[in-house]
């Protein structure tokens, strides 16, 4: 207050003798200056007492300054107006933070099939439906490709669980590596647990330090229910080539999501896993919010065959045969297998399984009673040169012309005990 005291002084003085010598020289010359308001300033500069020219502002225009400050201020603020939300049409500025439901294709969208992933995400927590790998990379060097987990670093600490609907590489090839970068317990049923933990052993490369393989069997013929953060999970059983085949069910806090997995609709599977019609009935009259399903050769009419059929197609093909048969088979189509199991027994062959990943599998299956194998049936690879060719059944990898597979380098002649002849059954 004492510097705007002191500061006026002189320019009230001045002004006054400004105002005095002006009426003398001229009487225009201040009628036109003092409404404009810029006289007085220029003069009350140049007669500044301190003798130095500073910029200085009559009390009235610095008023009438901030009257015309504020007015502007005004007429922008009443240019604002609040955005018309409409709910059908809305504008692309309109910033919607409401909780939302994300379900995210990871992997498995390209129409191929392969390297399975989906993300799904509300609020605090988020869970991953099946990690697989995909099989069909054909660069040198790349055994596999696995989805991109570049999102999951964002919302690492919302991860709660991985669901598995079942134990086929392209829905689980992916774990060894996606789990240890970002843990969280695997969910799945006995089978697909089996398979889970078969291919973190047989991983061949190290885990990192303090990792933890987590996983949580869960019964999908008792419609076990268990809550994962927001969401509760459950297990619908589901025919398919691999036991232990479900659907996943999710309930979220906006609604119920079904992922059916790989599956089919055969009344009579030869494992008797049926599709279990009358929970998934349940679960669609409760309501759905969205099934996600795809379903390869869809545009094909018809139904397809029973797996039952086949087996007697095996019982001929052994009856037939008069040398050493071989069979190429997904390794883990238990169904498959099986069915050559039974039909071998039928016709009093022994049976050889080439194939690492094979054998490895099977043992999981026979461990968990997933499979019957009559004691003294299987024959190790090295021994069929010893035995008569119409006695032995031998089952591989590579029905699709894999390019490193058991039958492969058997057709190469470059497999270490099997050697072709031409009287020999191939079946695929
Ligand atoms: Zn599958």
């Not at 069915?339 to 094979?358: E, F, P, Q, T, Y």
Request: net charge positive; with cysteine.
């Amino acid at each position: 207050m004492e510097n705007n005291d002191q500061n006026r002084e002189p320019r009230t003085e001045n002004k006054g003798g400004r105002a005095r010598g002006n009426g003398q020289r001229s009487g225009a010359q201040p009628r036109r200056s003092n409404p404009r308001g810029r006289a007085p300033q220029k003069g009350a500069q140049s007669q500044s007492p301190a003798g130095e020219k500073r910029p200085t502002v009559s009390r009235g225009a610095a008023v009438r300054a901030q009257k015309r400050t504020q007015m502007d201020a005004q007429r922008v603020a009443n240019q604002w107006m609040p955005a018309q939300v409409d709910e059908n049409n809305r504008r692309a500025n309109f910033i919607d933070d409401s909780p939302r439901l994300k379900i995210i294709g990871l992997g498995g969208m390209d129409g191929g099939g392969s390297k399975n992933m989906m993300l799904v995400e509300y609020v605090n927590d988020a869970v991953i439906i099946d990690a697989g790998n995909d099989l069909s990379v054909d660069l040198p060097g790349i055994n596999y490709g696995i989805a991109d987990t570049a999102y999951m670093e964002t919302i690492r600490h919302k991860l709660r669980a991985y669901v598995i609907t079942h134990g086929h590489l392209d829905h689980i090839g992916g774990l060894p590596h996606i789990v240890p970068k970002f843990p969280a317990p695997i969910y799945g049923s006995k089978f697909t647990i089996g398979r889970v933990e078969e291919i973190f052993t047989n991983f061949g490369l190290p885990m990192p330090d303090g990792f933890e393989l987590r996983t949580v069997m869960m019964n999908e013929d008792t419609h076990e229910r268990l809550k994962i953060g927001e969401f509760y999970v459950e297990l619908v059983r589901v025919t398919h080539s691999i036991p232990g085949s479900t659907c996943v069910v999710l309930d979220t806090p906006v609604g119920r999501i079904i992922n059916t997995g790989d599956f089919r609709f055969d009344p009579n599977p030869l494992d008797h896993e049926r599709t279990d019609m009358e929970r998934l009935k349940e679960l669609g009259n409760e309501g759905v919010l969205a099934l996600l399903s795809e379903s390869t050769t869809v545009e094909r009419l018809g139904r397809t065959p029973s797996e039952s059929t086949i087996e007697q197609s095996f019982k001929d093909i052994m009856e037939q045969a008069p040398g050493r048969i071989f069979v190429g088979v997904f390794s883990t189509n238990m169904n498959r297998i099986q069915m050559i199991v039974n039909a071998a027994v039928h016709h009093n062959r022994k049976v050889a399984i080439d194939g690492r990943s094979m054998v490895s599998t099977l043992e999981m299956a026979v461990r968990h009673g997933f499979m019957k194998i009559p004691k003294g049936t299987f024959i190790p690879i090295a021994s069929v040169p010893a035995i008569t060719d119409d006695r032995v059944v031998i089952i591989c990898t590579g029905s699709q012309g894999e390019p490193s597979s058991a039958l492969q380098r058997m057709a190469n002649g470059e497999h270490r005990h099997i050697k072709l002849k031409q009287r020999h059954g191939y079946t695929f």
